[in-house]
Structure formats: structure tokens, C-alpha cells
């Protein structure tokens, strides 16, 4: 069974900083590109971060600088270092998992609210 569980949310006052983590279970975890996405209300799911299973990463453009997505294989866990934060990173944040765009894993979202 496989299972993604974020962790780390809450609330921030703008400026302030967060690290969200996501630890994976039930996977090959290194064969993954691992991804966090956002979802405001009233607003479409977005991807964040990604990084690959060789390191490689990529950022939206409004995070970019003030974000980092690491992966540690050995625990199995991605972790989203939010620096700068700003009211409009107010969302859910979801880890996902996919591998040759066949599997595809959500974890169920932790709340990240940036007050002014």
C-alpha cells in the first residue's frame, strides 16, 4: 500500500519560513520524481517543485528563490523549504510521486497559511 503523509504546515506570518516534508512508503522511493503542488481556494491545482531521481529540479516561477525541494533516499522523504513567504503562498500543499508516467501517488495535503 503505498502512502505519501505531509507534514509540517501551519501558519506563518509574510517573511517567515516553513519546511514541509512528505514521507513515502510503499514505493521504490529513488525511482520516483517526486513533486509538490498547491491549491488556493477557487484556484487550480499548481506545480511547485519537482525533483527527479537524479537530482534534477525545477521550480514555478513564483517560488523560485525563496524555494527548495530536497530528497533524502535513505529516509524515504522530500522535503519543501519555504523561505520569504508571502500571503499569496497561502494553499494546500500535496506531495506526489510519479514514475514513467505510469504510477502516480497524492498525499492528502497540509495546510500552509501566510498571514499579512
Known amino acids: 500500500q503505498v502512502q505519501l503523509v505531509e507534514s509540517g504546515g501551519g501558519l506563518v506570518q509574510a517573511g517567515g519560513s516553513l519546511r514541509l516534508s512528505c514521507a513515502a512508503s510503499?514505493?521504490?522511493?529513488?525511482?520516483?520524481?517526486m513533486g509538490w503542488y498547491r491549491q488556493a481556494p477557487g484556484k487550480q491545482r499548481e506545480l511547485v517543485a519537482r525533483?527527479?531521481?537524479?537530482?534534477?529540479?525545477a521550480y514555478a516561477d513564483s517560488v523560485k528563490g525563496r524555494f527548495t525541494i530536497s530528497r533524502d533516499n535513505a529516509k524515504n522523504t522530500v522535503y519543501l523549504h519555504m523561505n520569504s513567504l508571502k500571503p499569496e503562498d497561502t494553499a494546500v500543499y500535496y506531495c506526489n510521486a510519479v514514475r514513467l508516467n505510469i504510477s502516480d501517488y497524492w498525499g492528502q495535503g497540509t495546510q500552509v497559511t501566510v498571514s499579512e
Open positions: 510503499g514505493i521504490i522511493f529513488s525511482t520516483y520524481v
Open positions: 525533483i527527479t531521481s537524479g537530482f534534477g529540479t
